[in-house]
């Protein structure tokens, strides 16, 4: 069993900061690319951004120069440093880590979600 956990949600003034954890834990025996997703009330999911094995990040336009996508692959863990937040950075937050299993295929993982609230 492969298990994605978010961690670090919760609510947060406009213009503040706030970092999100996911820990990927369990039968694993490589870690490929891992990233972020969110989803606000009413809307599709979207991504936020990636981060490949060696570091190269990709991140969606409203994010840019706000956000930092950063990992630990000795711990199997993606951040998401978030700063300078805004009303519409609201959502659930998602992980999303491609893993292959000992002994098993390549999947992607999704963890369960956290809730980032943004609002004075």
């Known amino acids: 069993q492969v298990q994605v956990v978010e961690s670090g949600g919760g609510s947060v003034q406009p213009g503040g900061s706030l970092r999100l954890s996911c820990a990927a834990s369990?039968?694993?025996?490589?870690?490929?690319?891992m990233a972020w997703y969110r989803q606000a009330p009413g809307n599709r999911r979207e991504f936020v951004a990636s981060i490949s094995t060696n570091g190269a990040t990709n991140y969606v336009d409203a994010v840019k120069g706000r956000f930092i996508i950063s990992r630990d692959n000795a711990k199997n863990t993606v951040y998401l440093q978030m700063h300078d937040v805004r009303p519409e950075d609201t959502a659930v937050y998602y992980c999303n880590a491609r893993i292959m299993p000992r002994n098993l295929l390549e999947d992607t993982y999704w963890g369960q979600g956290t809730q980032v609230t943004v609002s004075s």
């Open positions: 369990g039968n694993i025996f490589t870690v490929y690319d």
